[in-house]
């Protein structure tokens, strides 16, 4: 049986409100937004493995690029050429990485209940929950943002009866923005969240 995902972050929340993550189901009253990605082996989430993960605090109009969380994980077995050719991610470049267990820990920490913003974010809460239900009983609590949506809704106008392009790049072209270092974690989710700041506020979003 297929459990709703609104029914399973209640059932999260009321099973861990009097715990030592209760703090995470609180709702969330700030002004910042956690843009977030991560580097995958696949796209296919049963099949796909972690092998990076990037964070940016977004505050208001500004992009904290000072506030941000970069993790490298132990390079998998799942690791093969396939992959490789897309994200350029060998087994040497995460020779340092952590074991998920920390990277977890950290990432909940450095967003707490704040939203999730994200290109296909969906994928990556997937993704991270795959990990995360196993080690602590629940998955990300607060609320997901997909960038492709907010693009949509509000250039849609502009397109009336015709398709629009929601590919990464189409994106990052028309709203002038640069593609940092594409197929990193932290580049695209600077990447994204300048993305962001530019939709909401209809200026060049500034980075701290």
């Known amino acids: 049986m297929i459990i709703p995902r609104t029914i399973r972050k209640m059932k999260d929340r009321m099973d861990h409100k009097h715990g030592p993550y209760a703090h995470l189901f609180e709702p969330y009253e700030g ?13 296919n ?6 092998l990076s993960i990037g964070a940016v605090k977004i505050k208001g109009r500004k992009v904290m ?4 969380l970069d993790i490298k994980l132990k390079p998998p077995k799942s690791l093969t050429g396939d992959s490789i050719k897309i994200h350029k ?3 040497a470049d995460l020779v340092d990485g952590v ?3 920390e ?5 909940l920490e450095f967003v707490g209940n704040r939203p999730i913003l994200g290109y296909y974010v969906n994928y990556d809460v997937r993704m991270l929950e795959k990990y995360l239900r196993p080690r602590y009983g629940f998955g990300f609590p607060g609320k997901a943002i997909e960038l492709s ?17 929601l590919r990464f790049d189409t994106i990052s072209r028309r709203l002038d923005i640069p593609m940092l ?3 990193t974690a932290l580049g695209d989710a600077i990447t994204v969240a300048l993305m962001y700041v530019r939709l909401k506020y209809g200026e060049p979003p500034s980075a701290k």
């Open 65 to 68: 690029t000072s506030e941000r």
């Open 181 to 183: 270092e594409r197929h």
């Open 31 to 43: 002004d910042e937004v956690v843009s977030l990605d991560c580097e995958t082996t696949s796209l």
């Open 149 to 165: 949506h907010v693009y949509h809704d509000i250039i849609k106008w502009r397109y009336v009866g015709g398709d629009i392009d």
């Open 45 to 50: 989430v049963k099949e796909g493995e972690i």
């Open 103 to 107: 990277a977890l820990e950290r990432l």
């Open 89 to 91: 991610i060998r087994a």
């Open 99 to 101: 074991y998920m267990d």
